[in-house]
T-cell receptor, first 115, second 110 residues
């Protein structure tokens, strides 16, 4: 059981370039999330999705876009990369936010540097 | 804006001692509380959850919740060097994604 799979693991972008961070889960979870983590900081929610075709903004959505065409996939798109987007990005999934026994399952993260 | 506050540390404790990690939260309707452990360069992993006031024990870990004071803590007994990590407190109000604190870095000295 692969769980949550993120690709790539590392990426260096030049300012103004674009890229898509891929996230796939095989647990049939309804909820998927993108968090970013800056050095010495906690996780900040970028976007989340409660099911295919439904997405919503989190705390720090500016500069990002998402789509959820299938239950399994939740890609994060960076348009016009900026140095402020240098961070570690974690994708996560859960069965529900209403179920207390439904913890977050995290991917291994993507370390992105924008120079 | 829902906030979760933690002392960033580092918190240094000798091997075998009790490590006490604290977290306060701003949203009074918060219902579920979680502690995640994150080793350097790795993704967070869930170690404890608590929903009711009082203590919840799991092995060497005890989570404590006081909703009146909006305070949740994690005690690690008989701390081991392998417990050295960042501990993230996370809170949710039942219908929204988890809000995480900045984490407390714990260092257990052998």
């Amino acid at each position: 059981n692969a769980g949550v799979t993120q690709t790539p693991k590392f990426r260096i972008l030049k300012i103004g370039q674009s890229m898509t961070l891929q996230c796939t889960q095989d647990m049939n979870h309804n909820y998927m999330y993108w968090y970013r983590q800056d050095p010495g900081m906690g996780l900040k929610l970028i976007y989340y999705s409660v099911g295919a075709g439904i997405t919503d903004k989190g705390e720090v959505p500016n500069g990002y876009n998402v789509s959820r065409s299938t239950t399994e996939d939740f890609p994060l798109r960076l348009e016009l990369a900026a140095p402020s987007q240098t961070s570690v990005y974690f994708c996560a999934s859960s069965y529900s936010v209403f179920d207390r026994n439904s913890p977050l399952h995290f991917g291994n993260g993507t370390r992105l540097t924008v120079t | 804006q829902k906030e979760v506050e933690q002392n960033s540390g580092p918190l240094s404790v000798p091997e075998g001692a009790i490590a006490s990690l604290n977290c306060t939260y701003s949203d009074r309707v918060s219902q579920s509380f979680f502690w995640y452990r994150q080793y350097s360069g790795k993704s967070p992993e869930l170690i404890m959850s608590i929903y009711s006031n009082g203590d919840k024990e799991d092995g060497r870990f005890t989570a404590q919740l006081n909703k009146a004071s909006q305070y949740v803590s994690l005690l690690i007994r008989d701390s081991q060097p392998s417990d050295s990590a960042t501990y993230l407190c996370a809170v949710n109000a039942g219908n929204t994604p988890l809000v995480f604190g900045k984490g407390t870095r714990l260092s257990v000295i052998a």
